[in-house]
T-cell receptor
């Protein structure tokens, strides 16, 4: 089973709203990732969690706040977003963040976010 | 700045022919290489991973790696209309996966 689930599938929010994106995997993976993808662009790494600790933050604005409550769950808290933050937000997981095959990342279906 | 380069396409291939997708990378010490398929509006799907020089076959897909030339390719045999998608080449660099910009593949019925 290589399934990563994400909720919600679609989200429309105003610039003053607070919302959260959720991601879950049951593959026993110890690394989880958040990506942002704009149309016709590759995924852009935002955050990496390894063994439930934040290991990489790609200089993401503080209006995006990640959280890893346990090894299966990953959240992305959103606050005071801008219209340019509208994108497909992808969660991914991998066995670990080192060792060749451990880098194989499996993506969830994504959340399509629109900021109005 | 570590880079992964792909021709953006579109690459148009007749149904039943072989589609050849190419990728070059700048980091000579990279050890892990991946191909993802992404349909429009959907998330990337891992279709091949390769770690050693040479060919790796999985069904209609063959990944080829040449570390000396810093080149990785994906061949799709007997191309089907359902293969029409964007193919992302990805390479591990600095303990992070680095994606190319993707090649749009269009299979002509």
């Amino acid at each position: 089973d290589t399934e990563v689930t994400q909720t919600p599938k679609h989200l429309v929010m105003g610039m003053t709203n607070k919302k959260s994106l959720k991601c879950e995997q049951h593959m026993g993976h110890r690394a989880m990732y958040w990506y942002k993808q704009k149309a016709k662009k590759p995924p852009e790494l935002m955050f990496v969690y390894s063994y439930e600790k934040l290991s990489i933050n790609e200089s993401v604005p503080s209006r995006f706040s990640p959280e890893c409550p346990n090894s299966s769950l990953l959240n992305l808290h959103l606050h005071a977003l801008q219209p340019e933050d509208s994108a497909l937000y992808l969660c991914a997981s991998s066995q670990q963040t080192s060792g060749m095959s451990s880098y194989e990342q499996y993506f969830g279906p994504g959340t399509r976010l629109t900021v109005t | 700045q570590k880079e992964v380069e792909q021709n953006s396409g579109p690459l148009s291939v007749p149904e039943g022919a072989i589609a050849s997708l190419n990728c070059t990378y700048s980091d000579r010490v990279s050890q892990s290489f991946f191909w993802y398929r992404q349909y429009s509006g959907k998330s990337p799907e891992l279709i091949m991973s390769i770690y050693s020089n040479g060919d790796k076959e999985d069904g209609r897909f063959t990944a080829q790696l040449n570390k000396a030339s810093q080149y990785v390719s994906l061949l799709i045999r007997d191309s089907q209309p359902s293969d029409s998608a964007t193919y992302l080449c990805a390479v591990i660099g600095d303990d992070k996966i680095i994606f190319g910009k993707g090649t749009r593949l269009h299979i002509l019925p």
